[in-house]
């Protein structure tokens, strides 16, 4: 006649993820065909000629679309660019007559992001979960039944261009992985995921920290298990191999190329050493010095991801070790996106991811802070709002305080006395 507490518990939860889960859907169907107006966004510019392209030239279309595809703005030619398995997955829709026979472009690109969002939401569900002490305790199910609503992926399926909830539900179920200490599994998902969109690079100092941290107890097998990232990443560029690249061009080759071509200053540390103001003294960055520029700005991350994962080194406790690996993960995607140049405004949209997983496992007024102010500085950056909303002294703050608390849980602290 009656359910036991814990079947009680459970029915409870699924019922307030059901109902969430709905009323995401309803948004979703709400939005389905709802476009950018303007030409210079990614759909009109980019997709829909990729997509046309390679439902008329097929498989072997995605050897080509690199090298033959352009699109004209402000007099020059873009190039596609992305990785083939972006384009084996458009070759799919359109072999299955999803498109263009019953989905547009913009659907299809809103239907791959709501896959990802929802899978998202499973691994987010598993992730807090793991941090549970007790089936009674409703964060995951919070976490499961929120993060689809968060700004790293409601803006995702609104924007139309190709998800960026595709790396970050790949990078959760690689750090899904890692804590269940699967960690060849977890490299090679986290090598395919950089595939996807390279930013998924950009929490690698967490998996370099724990690999060192562990490397004289782990087998020999964990220790060769960085190597699967590599074998992971080549897996996921097959489809441009048997479509008639090498394989060097596949893999590695769309990736150098995406980095090479981006100098822009527009965001984090070149946008606060530009001297293109007037009666500004620092040199304006240009063309002929970018490089001189972003070597500096590549050694000073260097050196703050350095100082983060020596941080770690330098605590003892295991509670508190935690604690600043969670730190770590909200902080190292800032550091990427603030210090390498041409970094696009949203790329920082790991930190918003893991700062309210953060928030989840430990519901604290530090975490609600940090989840609050990354997400509404993502939301922000969809938008290319004014300085004075998104601030590269902002994310200084954040970056700053996070080092802070990695210092105060470390054993470099001062005793308060001088020697004299």
């Not at 679309?65 to 007099?75: E, V």
């Not at 791959?112 to 002490?133: M, N």
């Amino acid at each position: 006649m009656f359910q036991s507490p814990i079947k009680h518990r459970l029915s409870n939860k699924l019922m307030l993820y059901l109902i969430f889960l709905t009323i995401w859907l309803i948004l979703f169907f709400s939005q389905l065909d709802l476009y950018p107006k303007h030409f210079t966004n990614d759909i009109n510019l980019y997709q829909v000629s990729w997509w046309n392209y390679l439902n008329v030239h097929g498989f072997h279309g995605i050897a080509s679309i690199n090298s033959q595809l352009y699109s004209i703005l402000d007099g020059h030619r873009h190039y596609a660019d992305y990785t083939s398995i972006w384009y084996f997955i458009i070759v799919l829709f359109s072999k299955v007559g999803l498109f263009p026979h019953i989905l547009s472009v913009a659907a299809s690109i809103k239907y791959l992001g709501a896959i990802f969002t929802l899978s998202s939401s499973l691994f987010a569900y598993l992730i807090v979960k793991h941090f549970q002490k007790n089936d009674s305790n409703w964060n995951a199910t919070l976490a499961a039944s929120l993060i689809m609503f968060t700004p790293p992926f409601l803006g995702d399926i609104l924007k139309t261009n190709l998800p960026d909830s595709s790396y970050i539900s790949l990078i959760l179920l690689s750090l899904l992985l890692f804590l269940k200490e699967k960690h060849i599994l977890s490299w090679f998902l986290f090598g395919v995921a950089i595939y996807f969109k390279a930013m998924a690079l950009y929490i690698a100092p967490l998996y370099i920290f724990y690999y060192l941290y562990t490397f004289k107890k782990s087998s020999i097998i964990d220790k060769l298990s960085p190597l699967f990232s590599f074998i992971g990443l080549v897996f996921a560029s097959l489809p441009g191999y048997f479509a008639g690249l090498s394989l060097w061009e596949s893999s590695f080759g769309t990736l150098l190329q995406r980095t090479s071509s981006t100098i822009g200053a527009g965001n984090g540390f070149l946008s606060i050493v530009d001297g293109k103001q007037p009666f500004v003294n620092f040199p304006a960055i240009v063309p002929d010095n970018v490089s001189n520029f972003q070597t500096i700005s590549f050694l000073l991350m260097i050196i703050l991801i350095f100082l983060t994962i020596f941080l770690l080194f330098q605590t003892n406790s295991i509670k508190n070790l935690t604690l600043s690996a969670i730190d770590l993960t909200i902080i190292s995607p800032i550091i990427f996106w603030f210090f390498l140049p041409g970094q696009h405004e949203n790329y920082f949209s790991l930190a918003a991811v893991f700062s309210f997983l953060a928030f989840s496992i430990m519901p604290i007024k530090k975490y609600f802070i940090l989840f609050v102010s990354l997400n509404f500085l993502l939301w922000e950056s969809f938008h290319f709002v004014p300085k004075a909303l998104f601030n590269p002294y902002w994310f200084i703050i954040i970056m700053l305080y996070l080092v802070w608390e990695l210092l105060s849980r470390s054993e470099v602290q001062s005793n308060g006395q001088l020697i004299v």
